[in-house]
């Protein structure tokens, strides 16, 4: 009875049949593309650039696709909806998927209601693989939804079969690698290149975060701002509006290590990039899970040529901690080849959910590294 009502609303199901919205518009959406996969994200990516959401969400049409796609403005249900109509319209097999976004919480899958849905994205059915697509966030790469999205199952409603559940999951992990290859001087100063490479999750908030700003450059001044001990200099960013590929940031920089050398010895803290500061998870007991959303991969690599007069004091520690069940880990290993201070970190968490009994073992986790990452590499002077 649900999915007659749902397709026979002129609000959702009728929507999705309006193929002819985009019978004159379609051969410009394709833009000469052929292949099924690559005619889905070419509409994908036309919807998300000219129809912006109007701050509604919802599973039903505000204002018909037709008069979004006039406007170029609609609420989420009119971007989505006209999504699943105009893939549908280019004969690739799309259906409407609702859910329930993490802030309006979970659907009950045994005794659902439509009340409980909040939310419509598209699901993309090709060779035999299937791709979630949200058109209504701007800096979103095909095939990757909004975390907000990721709440356990969504209902798929298709024109010609009865609806069913389809699991939602992260198709991407939250991962950031940094690369700092640099030379330290006799007067104290670190200067070189930082490369940042951010994809997933974390090349979305980059990229958000540079929206924000306004420009690279405000984004670039603000970063300056927030880290007073760096300073920057050149500059690049790569890949900003190429939503397939992974951000990559290019900064010249600077900083002050140590004040002189007369002590022979000083101390040099690794742990300037990504540091983590505060425990996340910081109650005695929890009774519900902890959901990330999607698995988190950051990794650290430092290449830092040390002048000729100046070596390891001592060996450095290194840090190997590990979740049960391959649920996590992180790792450090500092090593000096002639004049070649190399130093590595990682840090992953590989489930997107941990049950409420996880919750103490990553409150240690956290609580290690935070410890861990005061400890500094001692370096000193040989003449």
């Known amino acids: 009875d ?8 002129r609000s959702f199901g009728l929507q999705i ?8 518009v379609l051969p410009q959406m394709l833009n000469g593309a052929t292949d099924q996969l690559d005619k889905a994200r070419a509409i994908y990516a036309y919807i998300q650039k000219n129809i912006k959401k109007n701050g509604y969400i919802g599973i039903y049409s505000e204002n018909t696709i037709k008069t979004a796609l006039e406007r170029h403005s609609g609420n989420t249900a009119d971007i989505n909806l006209a999504l699943v109509a105009a893939l ?10 609702i859910l329930s976004t993490r802030n309006n919480g979970a659907v009950n899958d045994l005794y659902p209601v439509i009340s409980e849905f909040n939310y419509v994205v598209a699901k993309v059915n090709i060779d035999n693989k299937s791709y979630l697509l949200d058109a209504t966030v701007p800096f979103l790469p095909f095939g990757l939804l909004p975390l907000h999205c ?22 991407q992990k939250q991962s950031t690698k940094y690369v700092l290859n640099a030379a330290l001087d006799n007067e104290g100063f670190l200067k070189g290149s930082l490369t940042t490479v951010s994809s997933g999750y974390s090349a979305l908030k980059k990229r958000e975060r540079i929206s924000e700003a306004g420009s690279t ?11 007073p001990a760096i300073k920057i200099g050149n500059y690049r960013v790569d890949n900003l509006d190429s939503l397939e590929n ?13 004040d002189k050398m007369g002590s022979g010895q000083f101390y040099f803290n690794p742990f300037f990039i990504n540091r983590t500061d505060k425990n996340p998870f910081n109650l005695n007991e929890r009774s519900y899970p902890v959901d990330l959303g999607a698995p988190i991969d950051d990794r650290l690599t430092m290449n830092i040529t040390l002048p000729d007069n100046i070596v390891l004091a001592n060996e450095p520690k290194n840090m190997a901690l590990a979740l049960v069940d391959d649920g996590g880990k992180y790792q450090t290993a500092t090593s000096l080849a002639g004049n070649n201070l190399v130093f590595h970190q990682l840090m992953q968490l590989n489930s997107p959910i941990y049950g409420p009994e996880e919750y103490l073992s990553l409150k240690e986790f956290f609580s290690r590294i935070i410890q861990f990452q005061k400890t500094d590499i001692i370096l000193k002077k040989t003449k």
């Open 2 to 9: 649900i999915d007659t009502e749902l397709l026979e609303d």
């Open 150 to 171: 990721i709440n356990g199952k969504g209902r798929a409603v298709p024109l010609k079969k009865p609806s069913y559940w389809h699991e939602i999951a992260a198709s």
């Open 246 to 258: 992974p951000l990559v940031e290019v900064y010249d920089i600077e900083m002050k290590i140590f």
């Open 217 to 227: 450059d405000q984004y670039v001044e603000k970063l300056d701002e927030q880290m």
């Open 88 to 97: 549908n319209a280019a004969d690739i097999d799309a259906e409407a998927l």
């Open 17 to 24: 049949k309006k193929k002819d919205v985009f019978k004159d």
